[in-house]
């Protein structure tokens, strides 16, 4: 699917630093702190201007609350922020693969029924007779 170029998302990076920051409510040098510290990555322009995202923003704000009321030091904040990237990843690792079971199953349903249909309908189906322990004893008729 091709989406539209123009369309904004939450990943389109499309705030200058000053302005990130004015959302964020940090300095625009935290910002920077924080770009070479690897904890928000925002994408560059070609002249290497930062551009951030909603999501960059968003990211920003958490940072933020993690080290002022939470008291977790920027290594910390940057391993929660991996762990919880890599939750998100197997997240979507385990839908797409519970898609695929789900796909595979709905089609080993549908051979299984074109299997079904395609039984002879003029077969009496075979049913194991259980035996009984009575014995039969067969006695022929007298001749009158």
Do not use: C, F
């Not at 964020?24 to 510290?37: A, E, F, K, V, W």
């Amino acid at each position: 699917m091709r989406r539209n170029p123009y369309e904004l998302t939450d990943e389109s990076p499309v705030y200058v630093i000053s302005v990130a920051a004015q959302l964020s409510g940090l300095h625009p040098q935290t910002l920077r702190q924080y770009d070479r510290l690897g904890l928000v990555s925002p994408d560059r322009t070609p002249g290497r201007g930062r551009r951030y995202s909603a999501r960059d923003i968003e990211l920003l704000r958490t940072v933020q609350q993690l080290s002022q009321t939470e008291g977790i030091n920027l290594a910390g904040i940057k391993r929660i922020i991996e762990l919880e990237n890599q939750v998100a990843a197997l997240q979507q690792r385990v839908a797409e693969l519970s898609a695929a079971v789900d796909g595979a199953a709905a089609a080993m349903r549908q051979r299984e029924a074109q299997v079904h249909a395609s039984y002879r309908r003029d077969l009496v189906p075979y049913q194991d007779v259980q035996q009984a322990g009575a014995l039969v004893v067969w006695r022929p008729k007298r001749p009158e």
